[in-house]
Nanobody
């Protein structure tokens, strides 16, 4: 069984910062892509940022220059540093991982349960 657990969400004022963390656990052999997605009320889930095992990153245009994704391969963890937050960033943020698990010797795409980020004064 593989799971992703997010933390770090909460309420922040416009212009503020938050750091999200996500740790993967279970029978993990290796993790390729890790990323963050978000879903605002009444909207579809959208990509925020992804990072490869080697550290190559990709960002949505709406967060480029404000958000930074990073990962710690030794800890099977991914982080999202969010700066200059605005109300449009309010959403449930989900961690995602494309990994290979060794119990059943297969590739999996796994999602976390989500963490709520609210940007409001």
């Amino acid at each position: 069984q593989v799971q992703l657990v997010e933390s770090g969400g909460g309420l922040v004022q416009p212009g503020g910062s938050l750091r999200l963390s996500c740790a993967a656990s279970g029978s993990i052999f290796s993790i390729n892509f890790m990323g963050w997605y978000r879903q605002a009320p009444g909207k579809q889930r959208e990509l925020v940022a992804t990072i490869t095992r080697g550290g190559r990153t990709n960002y949505a245009a709406s967060v480029k220059g404000r958000f930074t994704i990073s990962r710690d391969n030794a800890k099977n963890a991914v982080y999202l540093q969010m700066n200059s937050l605005n109300p449009e960033d309010t959403a449930v943020y989900y961690c995602n991982a494309d990994l290979f698990e060794y119990t059943n010797y297969r590739s999996l795409e796994v999602w976390g349960q989500g963490t709520l980020v609210t940007v409001s004064s």
